[in-house]
């Protein structure tokens, strides 16, 4: 595949970002990435703590829209904004780009990536109540957050797992430079469990559509393929798996033969949260709905 070559210092990519009430957020993200050539693009859900004077200040342009799912949001944003970078970089508020990584993204050139790569995986650290979540499965995590422009777009088969797809080409890992996530919100338990009850409607209703195959996979299983492909892959066997029984089998694995007991009392409340507790809210829900759906019969 060729692709046109942008002029010598001229802006190499753009940076997409979905925003709502992130005054905690949004400031420290803008300011780790201060410095770099770059446009930015915010695609608001109607902020009103501040966070479009933050917006405004940084010089980066907004734009309104109703949220409704991540994938939904992101495939507005991208459509929306009249982005004539090579590349395109999609963040979330809670996100912050580390030294190493700014770095790389300083010194990128569209003439350094071969022709045949269109989308690049960043490494990211997740962090919980001020702890880096070290295992589990959560480090390293590659989620691939840079594309070219044309090629990466939403997908629209996901509810709440959203990740950036490719209409051709190939990918690549970047495993140094790291991208940091922390949710400070998140720090107040109530918070997450109200966030985590809210999406457990989503992926609730969102398996048995696929139960229904009223939803497809667009990423290709493959256990041995790019990491959102082995994710695919594992997915279907999550998937095949009983109900009350996998969130178990889940929380097992990540907790001891991962190595989540390593990431002390911040790890056990995350990892027992976000793979025993929020999995089986899930399970319930499924099998409220397809308990209606029978007595609809």
Known sequence: MKHQESPKNSPQFSIVILAFNEILHLPRLLESIRGLNTKVYVCDSGSTDGTLDVIKDFGAEVVYHPFETHPKQWDFALNHFKIDTPWIIGLD???????????????FSDEQIPAHISGIYFNRKNYFKGRWIKHGGYFPKYLMKMFRNGVGYSDLNENMDHRFVLKSGETMVWKEGYLKEENLKENKISFWIDKHNRYSDLTAAEEVERKRALRAQVIKPRLFGSPDERTAYLKRIWWDLPLFLRPFIYFFHRYFIQLGILDGKEGLVFHFLQALWFRFVVDVKIWEIEKEEGKAR
Do not use: F
């Not at 508020?93 to 010194?107: G, Q």
């Open 93 to 107: 508020s809670d996100h912050i780009v580390l030294p190493e990584l700014y770095e790389k993204l300083k010194h």
